[in-house]
């Protein structure tokens, strides 16, 4: 279906509902596809979530579930009878179980897990081992894994006997060794040229692999960088354990990426689609960097009421508050998110930071130049030259301060383990809001003599 189509079809989808008309309301549901099913529950009320799932049939319902975010698929779990749940979370694979779990309460996760069989709650037991964000709680079981005393013929009947639903989709297979060591990978390509009495210990290659307790973020840059199709992960003794594909490392950098601007820009991420989170839990995702900002906001106040007398001798000053605060924070957010998206490219570490401050530094410079020779001609053809003077004087120093402030901020919430985009623009704002009052009123008293 057209997106036009789908949207026609979700009208009338809630049409139904609201006049109770649920066999009309199934009838169009049931037509789309897990795809357009999911983008409806995405778009609909909280409370209409539940309600539309369980008009799904089993197989769609199956697929839209496993799609989900997580912090969706935990509230709906809460609002569906155990039954029903229970199908839903056999269905997942083993990390997404994983995760799941550590969405859920203590309580249920038991009962969730008490409905699996014994090896499968040893596979998610396993799982749930490795630190949270680690890519051990990302890989999924290698549906095949060759021997390296094997033949090409024996490697290819078990890539057939083996590769299940995910045959078409193996693009190199991991190597072991009789110790279930990881000793190689085959590229499918390569195997199925070869020899049939070839042995796969002659034609595997060294492998780009990672141990599960690694960063998950870290090994998805990995793969991108790399243009890996698959990573095989292992344990810390080298054993095989899974492996972790490019479309996991798709989700980890979506997840990160979406992480970082929220949280620049002064909210939790959500963990779920906008239309689909209640009220309070959109409240409850900013109130708490409205709170840390507001008292931040308080050093601004401060700085005001010490330069009170300079403000009442010279009110014009106070004019230009405004354009001071906000070209600073402006400008350090600029260097921020510069830089915490080199960090996250691995683009820069921790130990660049005297490049870092050198490199931004020279762009404050730059930019403070251009912006402060124009406050000064403006202001000084509007108020007067020595007024003109001092705002120009302070956008240079200011955007100097703010962007080599800013460029560092991230690099240090690196080196002390945070996250970069916490300590970036919310942070940032505040600081240089304070600092450039300072810086304007001090250059003010200097130039004017108030």
Known sequence: MTRREVESVEDRIREHLRRDD????????????????????????????PVLFRLLDKSTAVHVFA??????????????????VQDLFAELRVSGQARLLDEMPATVARKMLAGLDAEARGEVGRLLGYPADSVGRRLRMAPVRLREDWTVAV??????????????????????????????????????????????????????????????EEVARLCADRRLWTVPVTDSEGRLI???????ALEVLDEESTEDAARAGGVEPLGRPYLATSVLALMRSRITWLLVLAIG???????????????????????????????????????????????????VRPRDAPRVMFRELRVGMALGGCIGLLGLVIAGLVFSWPVGLVIGATLFTVCSFA??????????????????????????????DALGLVVYFFIAQAVLGI
């Open 297 to 347: 906001a308080t050093l601004t106040v401060q700085v005001l009421g010490v330069f009170e007398d300079t403000l009442e001798e010279m009110v014009v000053l106070s004019l230009f508050i405004p354009l001071i605060i906000g070209t600073g924070g402006n400008t350090g957010n600029q260097a921020a998110t510069t830089v915490t998206r080199a960090l996250a490219l691995d683009d």
């Open 22 to 49: 649920l066999d009309s309301a199934v009838e169009l549901l049931r037509a789309l596809s897990p795809g357009d099913a999911l983008e409806l529950l995405d778009r609909s009320e909280p409370r209409m979530v």
């Open 67 to 84: 799609a989900m975010e997580t912090g969706q698929q935990s509230d709906l779990v809460r609002q569906l009878q155990d039954g029903q």
């Open 242 to 248: 899974g492996v972790f594909t490019v479309a996991d």
């Open 403 to 432: 962007a080599t402030v800013g460029g560092l901020m991230p690099l240090a919430a690196r080196t002390i383990g945070a996250d970069p985009a916490v300590f970036s623009n919310p942070f940032i704002s505040t600081l240089v």
């Open 155 to 216: 490697a290819l009947q078990n890539l057939r006997d083996h590769g299940g639903r995910e045959q078409a989709a193996i693009v190199s297979v991991p190597v072991v060794s009789p110790q279930a060591r990881l000793t190689g990978v085959v590229d499918v390509s390569v195997l199925v040229t070869q020899p049939l009495d070839a042995r796969v210990s002659e034609i595997m290659r060294e492998p780009v692999s990672a141990v599960a307790t690694e960063d998950a």
